[in-house]
């Protein structure tokens, strides 16, 4: 089964998530970098990448 790049990109493009509670956040990359935002759950601000399986 061919994956899409439409599908890949809606399920896995700018999604983080939190290193500290593991909540899901899609925002730009570019303002996690600068440190504008803050987890939901936690209000830390260290996220990760979601791993694409």
């Given amino acids: 089964m061919a994956k899409l790049q439409a599908a890949q990109n809606r399920l896995y493009k700018n999604l983080f ?3 500290n509670c ?5 925002v730009d990359p570019k303002k996690i970098l600068e440190g504008k935002i803050k987890c939901r759950r936690c209000k ?3 996220f990760r990448a979601h791993k694409k399986k």
């Fill in 17 to 19: 998530l939190c290193k």
């Fill in 22 to 26: 593991g909540a899901k956040i899609k």
């Fill in 44 to 46: 830390k601000k260290k």
